[in-house]
C-alpha cells in the first residue's frame, strides 16, 4: 500500500447495507475518538496485542505501512518499535461487519538492544502469554511461552511500564 | 475447564509485578465494566469477531464453556448461536499482560436453519470479511470471503439488525 497521508478519507457512515456490506471505508470511533485494534502475526496469525487507534494513528498506519497505535494513558500517538525496535509492519488491514474495529496484520522487528523478534514489553513475543486454567476448583494463570525473548530491563531500560494498576 | 459460577473469584489487582508476571486472574474492566475480547478459532486461528465482556459474562463463559457477550446496544449478556446456532464454543481463554483484554479460541457451531459453520451475522464465517486496499491512490474495501456461508434473512428472520450507523 501506498498513499499520502492527506490523500486519506474515511467516508460517513450513511447506510447499513453500505457499511456492512460495500466498498467504502467507513470506521466508527467510540464517544473517546478511539476503534480496537488486534494485531496478528502474518506469518504465524497469533494474536500479538490488543490496543486503540484514534483517526490519525490509523491514517498515519495506513500511510506509513508501519503500526501506530494510540495511548490512553499518554494521551498520545505512538509508533510501535520506535524505542525498542520491535516494529510492527503492516501486511493487511482488516475491518469488521460494523466496521468498529480493526485488524493491523503485521510483521515483527527484533529489539534493537538484543533478543529474538517480539511485540510485548514483558519480554514475551505476545502479550497472550498466559491462559486460564482450572485447578483444584480455583482458577490459574498458565503461562503458555516459556521463555522471554528479550530481557526488558535492557530493551526499556529507563521507561516507564506502561501497565498500570 | 469445570467450574462452578459461584466458585470464580477475580482476584483484586494489587501490584504490577503480580498483574504481569503472576497466576492470579484479575482483568481490568474499563470505566463503564467491560473488557475487550477477540474471539479466535481454534481450527484455523482465523480472528472472527471483537466483543466486549462485562464481569458476569466472562464468568458465565468460564462456568459453561459457552462463549457470553456482553452487548452494549442492548446492555445485556447474550449467550453467542442462542438464536442462530452459531454458537461459540470455548477451547481456551487467555489473557494479556495487563490483564485488560481477553482472547478466546472457539469452535463454531452450524447455523440450525442451514449453511456452514460461520460467526458473523451478515453471513460471512468472520466479521472481517473485507480488507483495505488502495486503488487508484483511493482506499477501497475488498471482500476476503467471496460467498456468504449462510442467509441471514433465513437465519435471523424477524431480528433486528444489530449494525448501528
Known sequence: MKINLDRIIFENRKSIKEIEEGTLLSPKFNDEGL???VTVEN???EVLMVSY????????TIATNKAHYYSRSRKAIWLKGEI???THKI????????QDSIIFVVSLGIPTKGGKKASCHVGYKSCFYRKIKISENKLQLEFTEKEKSFDPEI???GIDNPTKI
Open 35 to 37: 476503534i480496537p485494534c
Open 43 to 45: 506469518e504465524t496469525k
Open 53 to 60: 487507534l484514534n483517526d490519525l494513528a490509523l491514517k498515519k
Open 84 to 86: 525498542s525496535g520491535m
Open 91 to 98: 501486511n493487511e488491514i482488516y475491518i469488521d461487519d460494523d
Open 155 to 157: 530493551v526499556y531500560e
